[in-house]
T-cell receptor
Framework: DTAVSQTPKYLVTQMGNDKSIKCEQNLGHDTMYWYKQDSKKFLKIMFSYNNKELIINETVPNRFSPKSPDKAHLNLHINSLELGDSAVYFC?????????????FGEGSRLTVL | GQSLEQPSEVTAVEGAIVQINCTYQTSGFYGLSWYQQHDGGAPTFLSYNALDGLEETGRFSSFLSRSDSYGYLLLQELQMKDSASYFCAPKGATNKLIFGTGTLLAVQP
């Protein structure tokens, strides 16, 4: 049983389109995250939710909108996709927001914008 | 402000020992994590140091000096499967883990 699962694994789309990535964790964790990893492997936090409440919101264009319907799910919707949005997006979870530095990552969703 | 420095690439041979250094600057500091990421895979947690000193987990050890804002990951008895990127990630204010571009370790036969 996968602990943190995200779909789709691959996404190829045209500029200007809107797309969503879904994430679910079955670990019973309170906190979930979205990270973006670019082609140079730079891994940067985008958002974090603790028990459905937004607690970290980095400087991310407002075309990116996270949604957490419950603490086991955190989805990412991206409007008006741009070439620079091409990256691997990782969902992650942790026991809670103040736990040790252990995050559990999903397998990633590779987004390619043409 | 915040910054993170670790070497971009390290090469070592099978069976050897390698040390990957990390210096950081964060607003607030709770501890230092290390993650391993194989090409095409997800980052996986290796260790977390909240206090000064050395923590050992099998072939891997991690060290932290809070006063020097410095840590390292030590990998012993290197195996080919250890070829991967290694990220140090300090935990700063707001309990946020800060990653960077990591260190690409290439283990050669």
């Amino acid at each position: 049983d996968t602990a943190v699962s995200q779909t789709p694994k691959y996404l190829v789309t045209q500029m200007g389109n809107d797309k969503s990535i879904k994430c679910e964790q079955n670990l019973g964790h309170d906190t979930m995250y979205w990270y973006k990893q670019d082609s140079k492997k730079f891994l940067k936090i985008m958002f974090s939710y603790n028990n459905k409440e937004l607690i970290i919101n980095e400087t991310v264009p407002n075309r990116f909108s996270p949604k957490s319907p419950d603490k086991a799910h955190l989805n990412l919707h991206i409007n008006s996709l741009e070439l620079g949005d091409s990256a691997v997006y990782f969902c992650a979870s942790s026991q809670d927001a103040s736990s040790t530095g252990e995050l559990f990552f999903g397998e990633g969703s590779r987004l390619t914008v043409l | 402000g915040q910054s993170l420095e670790q070497p971009s690439e390290v090469t070592a041979v099978e069976g050897a020992i390698v040390q990957i250094n990390c210096t950081y600057q964060t607003s607030g500091f709770y501890g230092l994590s290390w993650y391993q990421q194989h090409d095409g895979g997800a980052p996986t947690f290796l260790s977390y140091n909240a206090l000064d000193g050395l923590e050992e987990t099998g072939r891997f050890s991690s060290f932290l000096s809070r006063s020097d804002s410095y840590g390292y990951l030590l990998l012993q008895e290197l195996q080919m499967k250890d070829s991967a990127s290694y990220f140090c990630a300090p935990k700063g204010a707001t309990n946020k883990l800060i990653f960077g571009t990591g260190t690409l370790l290439a283990v050669q036969p």
